[in-house]
């Protein structure tokens, strides 16, 4: 079982580092090779933690397959992730596996059902899960609650996430939650630039000035808020050239999902 579990751990790191094109495939042959495993073992045991590594690699993939675009797809596979976690009994692996699917509906523009999904999630994990996914869980919170409409909601939503983080953010019990604190102020920044807040852009400069090296996905979605924010200013010359650079970052992950945020953005210029 470690053996599986030790794939899933090596086919995220490359995800974050190269971007999901890299590993996408590897990763959906990973999740049948579990699926099949788990129609031939009887043990309760044996079954409980096929699925823990079931629902943490579909989750994965279904986040990879959204990046692509393939919105439906990603949908189901997080349904699967879903299944997967409640058989394993872990309420981690399943709340992470409904917040992600939240995401797959605000792609689709149905933000007041992602936000009953994302709540949801909070409430199979009450307080039986680390501080880290309990962050995690309002900050996502906080993204549907501003594409709903809710800047109050949302703000509190953010406060809420800022008094989970741990002080020292470690994520050897949630290794599928990639978060610590520049990974919030970015999120923070991104849900207020959502918002149309003036102080978004100040919050996203200042993530921008701390940003990891290996965290290609991540960086290109900075520079898209940081257009987005500087095109709601009316600064179209330092939109483009965030965009430029979002967009050169996004091809290199193949995340067609970054794309198509950023054409949105730049169609603000026009």
Same mark, same amino acid.
């Given at each position: 079982?470690?053996?599986?579990?030790?794939?899933?751990?090596?086919?995220?790191?490359?995800?974050?580092?190269?971007?999901?094109?890299?590993?996408?495939?590897?990763?959906?042959?990973?999740?049948?090779?579990?699926?099949?495993?788990?129609?031939?073992?009887?043990?309760?045991?044996?079954?409980?933690?096929?699925?823990?590594?079931?629902?943490?690699?579909?989750?994965?993939?279904?986040?990879?397959?959204?990046?692509?675009?393939?919105?439906?797809?990603?949908?189901?596979?997080?349904?699967?992730?879903?299944?997967?976690?409640?058989?394993?009994?872990?309420?981690?692996?399943?709340?992470?596996?409904?917040?992600?699917?939240?995401?797959?509906?605000?792609?689709?523009?149905?933000?007041?059902?992602?936000?009953?999904?994302?709540?949801?999630?909070?409430?199979?994990?009450?307080?039986?899960?680390?501080?880290?996914?309990? *962050?995690? +869980? %309002?900050?996502?919170? /906080?993204?549907?609650? =501003? !594409?709903? @409409?809710?800047? &109050?909601?949302?703000? #509190?939503?953010?406060?809420?996430?800022?008094?989970?983080?741990?002080?020292?953010?470690?994520?050897?019990?949630?290794?599928?939650?990639?978060?610590?604190?520049?990974?919030?102020?970015?999120?923070?920044?991104?849900?207020?630039?959502?918002?149309?807040?003036?102080?978004?852009?100040?919050?996203?400069?200042?993530?921008?000035?701390?940003?990891?090296?290996?965290?290609?996905?991540?960086? *290109?979605? +900075? %520079?898209?808020?940081? /257009?987005?924010?500087? =095109? !709601?200013? @009316?600064?179209? &010359?330092?939109?483009? #050239?965030?965009?430029?650079?979002?967009?050169?970052?996004?091809?290199?992950?193949?995340?067609?999902?970054?794309?198509?945020?950023?054409?949105?953005?730049?169609?603000?210029?026009?």
């Amino acid at each position: 079982m470690s053996g599986l579990q030790q794939q899933v751990d090596g086919l995220r790191r490359l995800d974050q580092q190269l971007g999901s094109q890299m590993v996408i495939e590897q990763t959906g042959t990973l999740v049948t090779t579990v699926r099949d495993l788990m129609s031939h073992v009887i043990s309760e045991t044996e079954r409980q933690q096929l699925a823990g590594v079931l629902a943490d690699v579909a989750a994965l993939h279904g986040w990879q397959v959204l990046n692509s675009g393939d919105t439906s797809r990603a949908w189901r596979l997080h349904d699967l992730a879903k299944t997967a976690g409640r058989e394993s009994g872990d309420p981690a692996l399943l709340s992470h596996a409904m917040g992600e699917q939240a995401y797959d509906l605000l792609d689709v523009e149905r933000p007041e059902l992602a936000l009953q999904l994302v709540q949801a999630a909070r409430s199979a994990a009450g307080s039986k899960v680390p501080g880290l996914l309990g *962050a995690w +869980l %309002h900050a996502a919170e /906080a993204e549907a609650l =501003a !594409a709903t @409409g809710d800047p &109050v909601g949302c703000r #509190e939503a953010l406060r809420l996430a800022e008094q989970a983080m741990p002080a020292e953010p470690d994520n050897s019990a949630v290794p599928y939650v990639s978060l610590d604190d520049w990974q919030l102020a970015r999120w923070r920044g991104n849900v207020l630039a959502g918002l149309g807040d003036s102080g978004a852009l100040d919050a996203l400069l200042s993530a921008l000035g701390r940003t990891p090296g290996m965290s290609v996905r991540a960086t *290109a979605s +900075l %520079h898209c808020d940081v /257009a987005q924010s500087y =095109a !709601a200013r @009316g600064e179209r &010359v330092s939109s483009l #050239e965030h965009a430029r650079v979002a967009r050169d970052l996004a091809r290199r992950t193949g995340s067609i999902r970054q794309l198509r945020r950023i054409d949105r953005v730049t169609r603000l210029l026009a």
